[in-house]
């Protein structure tokens, strides 16, 4: 034992020295060198590494292939789903996914070393959301297998979205997917007068295949659309349709939202996602003359300009390409320069129920041969009854005194979801809901007019200044903007404010 005490480097001099440790120590530093060196050198001639950031459109398709493939892991993090059912009901369901660190994956008959990386100090300044990025590596030198991952990403999340219309709303300067896909809508459900439907879906689709013809001829390759008319008349219920119809999505933008401004739109449009319509709703509430919206509507918070969304729309800093759908309720507010062809290149009112509308609506509620369905509600009456019905109520909606929107005669027509002869008898509720409707509209016209009076008269003889109102000594004071804003919105005791009363 003693002689085993004597062979150990402890009891030797040399070593006792310091010198001994020292080379130890410099033979450690050099393996752990080597090894670096060996390493940066397989990362560099034998590894591939592809990283996915959370800033591309194809970080969730990643995402979701790693939920197919990387189950097998320890460290998971949890993505709920919401799913809607044809009858309003939901159902939640859980899907455990790779979460944050490092997971080892078989694909394609090779391992992949795939690590998810949070930066818990870092966040997108639209979302707040933490910055993410996945880091897969792989042996070899064929990268044609990253493109076969990201191809079956790309095929996993079409599979997901099939059948279904994905909404898109602008974050900043990105478009993020809102609430999740739903389900597409059959074009022949939205009644349209004669000939409406037609020429839209016509003139889009010669658009769509006119592309070299624009691009020879130096034109701009974009097509804008404007629909209006009265509220219920189905604008938007055929927009949503009409996606469905071409398997397109569709991206809302709206254009008071806060802290909107001309670069921010222009780079919106510029990067809308591919397949996808731009929709612009009730576009007259954006502006109320040829100034900022700040300075046109004081409620809005958006600092887009007038000229910005006419140069985004047609001029140098407009995009191609793209297909944008406008809406609105009031024509007459429009600027005319909103109008001018290459910025809107169709002009389509959607009215008030016809007689022709209020029959096809009414024979496709009770009657519906899509599916293999009968659609009869009732085995009472068949399609020759139903017919003749369907034109008895037609004639009926003509004959009122005001005419019903096509939004008004559906919600009539689901009281009796299961009785088409009671929805034609029974049209008295219908008729008293449309006399209270024009009396509140003949109402808020009156109102506007007196007001529209007062801003004009106030504008012209005292610009700039205020109006006393309330009595003597009342304190109160009303802006010519505030006056010009109620005549948008009246609210009660206007009259006494503003001294009329």
């Not at 009644?191 to 592309?211: C, F, M, P, Q, T």
């Amino acid at each position: 034992m003693e002689d085993l005490i004597k062979l150990l480097p402890l009891d030797n001099q040399f070593f006792s020295g310091g010198l001994g440790l020292a080379a130890m120590g410099v033979g450690l530093s050099f393996l752990r060198k080597s090894s670096a060196t060996v390493n940066m050198l397989a990362r560099r001639h034998f590894m591939m590494t592809l990283e996915v950031t959370s800033k591309d459109v194809t970080y969730p398709w990643v995402l979701n292939w790693l939920n197919a493939h990387g189950r097998r892991t320890q460290h998971l993090s949890v993505s709920t789903t919401l799913e809607r059912a044809l009858d309003g009901s939901s159902k939640m369901s859980f899907d455990l996914v790779p979460g944050p660190g490092r997971h080892l994956v078989r694909y394609g008959g090779r391992f992949f070393m795939v690590e998810r990386q949070r930066e818990h100090q870092t966040f997108a300044m639209n979302s707040g959301e933490p910055w993410e990025k996945v880091v897969l590596t792989s042996f070899g030198r064929d990268v044609s297998v990253f493109d076969e991952l990201l191809e079956e990403a790309r095929s996993i999340n079409m599979k997901q979205e099939e059948g279904a219309t994905v909404v898109y709303t602008c974050w900043g300067t990105e478009w993020r997917p809102f609430g999740h896909p739903r389900r597409k809508r059959r074009l022949d459900s939205v009644i349209l007068d004669d000939g409406i439907k037609e020429n839209i879906v016509n003139d889009l689709d010669e658009w769509r295949h006119s592309a070299p013809w624009y691009h020879t001829r130096g034109i701009p390759y974009r097509r804008g659309y404007l629909l209006h008319g009265t509220p219920g008349s189905g604008k938007t219920s055929f927009i949503v349709a009409l996606a469905g119809e071409l398997d397109y999505n569709i991206c809302i933008l709206s254009l008071s939202d806060e802290g909107m401004t001309d670069d921010r739109l222009a780079q919106a449009l510029s990067v809308v996602p591919q397949r996808s319509l731009v929709l612009l709703e009730d576009i007259d509430a954006a502006f109320g003359s040829r100034v900022s919206g700040a300075n046109s509507h004081q409620h809005s918070r958006s600092n887009l300009t007038f000229s910005g969304l006419l140069n985004t729309l047609d001029g140098v800093a407009s995009s191609e390409e793209r297909i944008l759908f406008m809406t609105t309720n009031y024509l007459e507010r429009l600027d005319p320069a909103l109008m001018r062809p290459g910025r809107v290149d169709m002009v389509q009112e959607l009215g008030n129920a016809t007689e022709s509308q209020a029959e096809r609506l009414f024979h496709g509620f009770y009657w519906s041969e899509s599916e293999g369905e009968s659609g009869v509600p009732s085995t009472e009456h068949d399609e020759a009854t139903l017919e003749s019905l369907s034109k008895t109520f037609a004639q009926n909606v003509l004959a009122m005194s005001a005419t019903p929107s096509m939004a008004e005669l559906q919600g009539h027509l689901m009281g009796y979801k299961m009785d088409p002869k009671a929805a034609v008898d029974d049209m008295s509720q219908l008729e008293k809901a449309l006399s209270e409707r024009e009396h509140r509209v003949a109402l808020q016209e009156e109102e506007a007019k007196k007001l529209a009076r007062m801003a004009n008269m106030m504008s012209s003889t005292n610009p700039g200044k205020t109006l006393s109102g309330g009595g003597a000594g009342s304190g109160k004071r009303v802006t010519a903007d505030q006056v010009e804003k109620m005549a948008f919105n009246p609210q009660p005791g206007w009259e006494e404010a503003v001294g009329l009363k």
